[in-house]
Protein backbone atom coordinates (compact mmCIF):
# COMPACT_ATOMS: atom_id res chain seq x y z
CA UNK A 1 0.00 0.00 0.00
CA UNK A 2 1.09 3.30 -0.61
CA UNK A 3 2.22 6.04 1.78
CA UNK A 4 -0.32 9.36 2.30
CA UNK A 5 1.03 12.67 3.12
CA UNK A 6 -1.02 15.60 4.69
CA UNK A 7 -0.08 18.69 6.02
CA UNK A 8 -1.39 20.02 9.63
CA UNK A 9 -1.23 23.60 10.45
CA UNK A 10 -1.37 24.51 14.15
CA UNK A 11 -0.37 20.50 14.90
CA UNK A 12 1.09 21.33 18.43
CA UNK A 13 -1.70 21.12 20.47
CA UNK A 14 -5.82 20.69 20.68
CA UNK A 15 -7.32 19.44 17.16
CA UNK A 16 -4.11 19.63 15.14
CA UNK A 17 -2.34 17.54 17.29
CA UNK A 18 -4.74 14.35 17.63
CA UNK A 19 -5.02 14.81 13.57
CA UNK A 20 -1.38 14.32 13.52
CA UNK A 21 -1.29 11.43 16.54
CA UNK A 22 -4.33 9.85 14.33
CA UNK A 23 -2.71 9.86 10.45
CA UNK A 24 0.31 9.09 12.24
CA UNK A 25 -0.79 5.78 13.79
CA UNK A 26 -2.53 5.23 10.94
CA UNK A 27 0.34 4.58 8.44
CA UNK A 28 0.04 8.25 7.17
CA UNK A 29 3.13 10.26 6.51
CA UNK A 30 2.53 13.67 8.58
CA UNK A 31 4.33 17.16 7.97
CA UNK A 32 3.35 18.57 11.18
CA UNK A 33 3.47 22.61 11.32
CA UNK A 34 3.58 24.55 14.28
CA UNK A 35 5.04 27.79 15.04
CA UNK A 36 7.39 26.95 17.64
CA UNK A 37 8.67 23.54 16.74
CA UNK A 38 11.07 23.73 19.72
CA UNK A 39 8.26 24.12 22.64
CA UNK A 40 6.08 21.15 20.84
CA UNK A 41 6.63 18.78 23.38
CA UNK A 42 3.89 16.36 22.64
CA UNK A 43 4.83 16.34 18.63
CA UNK A 44 8.41 15.74 19.21
CA UNK A 45 7.56 12.87 21.67
CA UNK A 46 5.43 11.31 18.77
CA UNK A 47 8.38 11.96 15.99
CA UNK A 48 10.91 10.59 18.30
CA UNK A 49 9.54 7.40 17.63
CA UNK A 50 7.79 7.47 14.32
CA UNK A 51 9.97 8.67 11.56
CA UNK A 52 7.07 9.30 9.33
CA UNK A 53 6.36 12.26 10.82
CA UNK A 54 8.24 16.18 10.53
CA UNK A 55 7.89 18.68 12.47
CA UNK A 56 7.97 22.34 11.05
CA UNK A 57 8.23 25.85 11.57
CA UNK A 58 5.04 27.86 10.41
CA UNK A 59 2.82 30.91 11.29
CA UNK A 60 -0.28 30.94 9.14
CA UNK A 61 0.06 34.56 8.57
CA UNK A 62 3.12 35.07 7.49
CA UNK A 63 2.66 34.18 4.30
CA UNK A 64 5.96 34.57 3.36
CA UNK A 65 6.65 31.76 5.60
CA UNK A 66 4.08 29.72 3.57
CA UNK A 67 5.85 30.36 0.37
CA UNK A 68 9.17 29.42 1.89
CA UNK A 69 7.84 25.83 3.28
CA UNK A 70 6.15 25.21 -0.01
CA UNK A 71 9.35 26.12 -2.03
CA UNK A 72 10.99 23.62 0.85
CA UNK A 73 8.69 20.74 0.25
CA UNK A 74 8.47 21.22 -3.75
CA UNK A 75 9.76 17.67 -4.22
CA UNK A 76 6.55 16.48 -1.91
CA UNK A 77 3.92 15.27 -3.03
CA UNK A 78 0.82 16.60 -0.46
CA UNK A 79 -2.53 14.11 -0.67
CA UNK A 80 -4.33 15.94 2.21
CA UNK A 81 -3.76 19.76 3.39
CA UNK A 82 -5.62 20.47 6.67
CA UNK A 83 -5.75 24.30 7.67
CA UNK A 84 -6.82 23.62 11.30
CA UNK A 85 -4.64 26.58 12.83
CA UNK A 86 -7.14 29.24 14.19
CA UNK A 87 -7.91 31.67 16.98
CA UNK A 88 -10.76 33.11 18.87
CA UNK A 89 -10.73 36.58 19.02
CA UNK A 90 -13.31 37.75 21.63
CA UNK A 91 -16.10 40.22 21.11
CA UNK A 92 -18.98 41.01 22.01
CA UNK A 93 -21.44 44.17 20.83
CA UNK A 94 -19.98 47.66 22.12
CA UNK A 95 -16.69 46.20 22.61
CA UNK A 96 -14.81 45.20 19.18
CA UNK A 97 -11.03 45.16 19.18
CA UNK A 98 -10.83 46.01 15.70
CA UNK A 99 -7.04 44.87 15.57
CA UNK A 100 -7.72 41.71 16.94
CA UNK A 101 -10.29 40.92 14.23
CA UNK A 102 -8.18 41.81 11.65
CA UNK A 103 -5.19 39.65 13.31
CA UNK A 104 -7.74 36.86 13.00
CA UNK A 105 -8.89 37.49 10.07
CA UNK A 106 -5.20 36.53 8.69
CA UNK A 107 -5.42 33.37 10.54
CA UNK A 108 -8.80 32.20 10.18
CA UNK A 109 -9.60 33.26 6.82
CA UNK A 110 -7.07 34.24 4.28
CA UNK A 111 -4.33 31.64 5.32
CA UNK A 112 -6.08 29.33 4.04
CA UNK A 113 -6.63 30.03 0.62
CA UNK A 114 -2.87 31.46 0.66
CA UNK A 115 -2.23 27.58 1.68
CA UNK A 116 -3.95 26.46 -1.31
CA UNK A 117 -2.41 29.01 -3.86
CA UNK A 118 1.16 28.18 -2.47
CA UNK A 119 0.82 23.99 -2.15
CA UNK A 120 -1.93 23.65 -4.97
CA UNK A 121 1.04 21.82 -7.03
CA UNK A 122 2.23 20.02 -4.57
CA UNK A 123 -1.72 17.92 -3.86
CA UNK A 124 -2.70 18.06 -7.45
CA UNK A 125 0.67 15.63 -7.95
CA UNK A 126 -0.50 13.77 -5.07
CA UNK A 127 -3.01 10.22 -5.00
CA UNK A 128 -5.52 12.10 -3.14
CA UNK A 129 -5.95 15.24 -3.69
CA UNK A 130 -7.91 17.03 -1.16
CA UNK A 131 -7.82 20.25 1.18
CA UNK A 132 -10.06 20.62 4.30
CA UNK A 133 -10.22 23.39 6.44
CA UNK A 134 -12.07 23.81 10.05
CA UNK A 135 -14.17 26.07 10.53
CA UNK A 136 -16.92 26.29 13.09
CA UNK A 137 -20.54 25.89 13.35
CA UNK A 138 -20.19 29.67 14.30
CA UNK A 139 -19.65 30.77 10.89
CA UNK A 140 -23.11 29.70 10.02
CA UNK A 141 -25.54 32.55 8.80
CA UNK A 142 -28.28 29.82 9.24
CA UNK A 143 -27.54 28.31 12.72
CA UNK A 144 -26.75 31.84 14.21
CA UNK A 145 -29.58 32.27 16.86
CA UNK A 146 -27.97 33.55 20.02
CA UNK A 147 -25.74 36.63 18.30
CA UNK A 148 -22.46 38.05 19.18
CA UNK A 149 -18.66 36.84 18.82
CA UNK A 150 -18.51 38.93 15.69
CA UNK A 151 -15.02 38.85 15.30
CA UNK A 152 -14.74 34.59 14.88
CA UNK A 153 -18.23 34.25 13.71
CA UNK A 154 -17.36 36.52 10.51
CA UNK A 155 -13.78 35.26 10.39
CA UNK A 156 -15.10 31.58 9.39
CA UNK A 157 -18.54 32.41 7.43
CA UNK A 158 -15.77 34.44 5.19
CA UNK A 159 -13.15 31.14 5.42
CA UNK A 160 -16.78 28.98 4.43
CA UNK A 161 -17.31 31.13 1.39
CA UNK A 162 -13.33 30.99 0.09
CA UNK A 163 -13.70 26.80 0.83
CA UNK A 164 -17.10 26.67 -1.92
CA UNK A 165 -14.81 28.94 -4.38
CA UNK A 166 -11.83 27.03 -3.69
CA UNK A 167 -14.11 23.64 -4.51
CA UNK A 168 -15.04 25.22 -7.68
CA UNK A 169 -11.94 26.93 -9.10
CA UNK A 170 -9.57 23.46 -8.43
CA UNK A 171 -12.10 21.07 -9.69
CA UNK A 172 -10.21 21.42 -13.00
CA UNK A 173 -7.28 19.99 -11.10
CA UNK A 174 -8.85 16.99 -9.38
CA UNK A 175 -9.36 18.57 -5.90
CA UNK A 176 -11.40 17.77 -3.56
CA UNK A 177 -12.60 20.49 -0.83
CA UNK A 178 -14.30 20.04 2.07
CA UNK A 179 -15.13 22.74 5.08
CA UNK A 180 -15.34 21.19 8.27
CA UNK A 181 -16.94 21.53 11.61
CA UNK A 182 -15.17 19.65 14.48
CA UNK A 183 -18.18 20.25 16.90
CA UNK A 184 -17.39 21.70 20.15
CA UNK A 185 -14.45 20.15 21.42
CA UNK A 186 -12.26 20.46 24.77
CA UNK A 187 -9.61 22.29 23.80
CA UNK A 188 -7.52 25.37 24.79
CA UNK A 189 -10.30 27.29 22.37
CA UNK A 190 -13.56 25.12 23.16
CA UNK A 191 -12.60 25.29 26.79
CA UNK A 192 -12.48 21.95 29.39
CA UNK A 193 -16.64 22.30 29.36
CA UNK A 194 -16.94 21.36 25.79
CA UNK A 195 -18.85 18.52 24.39
CA UNK A 196 -16.20 15.86 22.83
CA UNK A 197 -12.97 15.25 23.19
CA UNK A 198 -10.39 15.24 20.33
CA UNK A 199 -9.98 11.80 19.95
CA UNK A 200 -14.07 11.58 18.73
CA UNK A 201 -13.69 14.84 16.84
CA UNK A 202 -10.91 14.25 14.90
CA UNK A 203 -12.00 10.34 14.39
CA UNK A 204 -15.49 11.29 12.94
CA UNK A 205 -13.68 14.45 10.89
CA UNK A 206 -11.62 11.39 9.10
CA UNK A 207 -14.31 9.74 8.30
CA UNK A 208 -15.46 12.76 6.31
CA UNK A 209 -12.38 13.53 4.78
CA UNK A 210 -12.42 9.67 3.58
CA UNK A 211 -15.70 9.71 1.88
CA UNK A 212 -14.66 13.08 0.38
CA UNK A 213 -14.31 13.03 -3.39
CA UNK A 214 -15.03 15.15 -6.82
CA UNK A 215 -18.74 14.41 -6.27
CA UNK A 216 -19.35 15.46 -2.72
CA UNK A 217 -16.75 18.27 -2.87
CA UNK A 218 -17.50 21.47 -1.45
CA UNK A 219 -19.68 21.25 1.16
CA UNK A 220 -19.99 22.08 5.02
CA UNK A 221 -19.87 18.84 6.71
CA UNK A 222 -19.77 18.07 10.82
CA UNK A 223 -17.66 15.74 12.64
CA UNK A 224 -20.72 13.08 12.50
CA UNK A 225 -20.84 13.39 8.88
CA UNK A 226 -24.37 15.50 8.80
CA UNK A 227 -24.31 18.78 6.44
CA UNK A 228 -24.60 21.99 8.02
CA UNK A 229 -26.78 24.97 5.95
CA UNK A 230 -24.33 27.76 5.39
N1 LIG B 1 -12.46 23.56 19.95
C1 LIG B 1 -13.65 23.80 19.43
O1 LIG B 1 -14.71 23.59 20.08
C2 LIG B 1 -13.77 24.28 18.01
C3 LIG B 1 -15.08 24.45 17.50
C4 LIG B 1 -15.23 24.88 16.17
C5 LIG B 1 -14.11 25.12 15.39
N2 LIG B 1 -12.84 24.96 15.92
C6 LIG B 1 -11.70 25.23 15.00
O2 LIG B 1 -10.83 24.12 15.00
C7 LIG B 1 -9.47 24.56 14.79
C8 LIG B 1 -8.59 24.02 15.90
O3 LIG B 1 -9.10 24.49 17.14
P1 LIG B 1 -8.60 23.98 18.56
O4 LIG B 1 -9.80 23.86 19.41
O5 LIG B 1 -7.66 22.84 18.41
O6 LIG B 1 -7.81 25.29 19.03
P2 LIG B 1 -6.57 25.48 20.04
O7 LIG B 1 -6.51 24.36 20.99
O8 LIG B 1 -6.68 26.87 20.55
O9 LIG B 1 -5.31 25.36 19.05
C9 LIG B 1 -5.15 26.32 18.03
C10 LIG B 1 -3.96 25.90 17.20
O10 LIG B 1 -3.83 26.90 16.14
C11 LIG B 1 -2.48 27.34 16.19
N3 LIG B 1 -2.31 28.71 15.65
C12 LIG B 1 -2.93 29.83 16.06
N4 LIG B 1 -2.46 30.88 15.35
C13 LIG B 1 -1.54 30.38 14.50
C14 LIG B 1 -0.71 30.94 13.50
N5 LIG B 1 -0.70 32.27 13.24
N6 LIG B 1 0.11 30.13 12.80
C15 LIG B 1 0.13 28.80 13.05
N7 LIG B 1 -0.60 28.21 13.99
C16 LIG B 1 -1.44 28.99 14.70
C17 LIG B 1 -2.07 27.24 17.64
O11 LIG B 1 -0.66 27.31 17.74
P3 LIG B 1 0.10 27.96 19.05
O12 LIG B 1 0.20 26.86 20.07
O13 LIG B 1 1.40 28.39 18.50
O14 LIG B 1 -0.76 29.11 19.53
C18 LIG B 1 -2.66 25.88 17.98
O15 LIG B 1 -1.84 24.85 17.48
C19 LIG B 1 -9.54 26.09 14.76
O16 LIG B 1 -9.55 26.53 13.42
C20 LIG B 1 -10.85 26.41 15.45
O17 LIG B 1 -11.39 27.64 15.04
C21 LIG B 1 -12.65 24.55 17.20
Redesign the pocket.
Known amino acids: MSTYQVLI?????????EFSKQYAADGWKVLA????PE??AELNTIASTNSNVRILS?????FAQIDALATQLKDENIDLLI??????PQSSFGDTNYDDWARAF???TM?SLKMAEAFVQHITRSQLKKIA??????GSIDDNSSGDSYS?RST?TALNMIMKSLSIDLKPYGISVVTL???????????YN?LID?HT?VTGLRDVIEKLNLNTSGKFIAFDGKEIAW
Open positions: SGANRGIGLCCRNQALNVADNNAGVYKVNSSLTSKMYKHPGWVKTDMGGATS
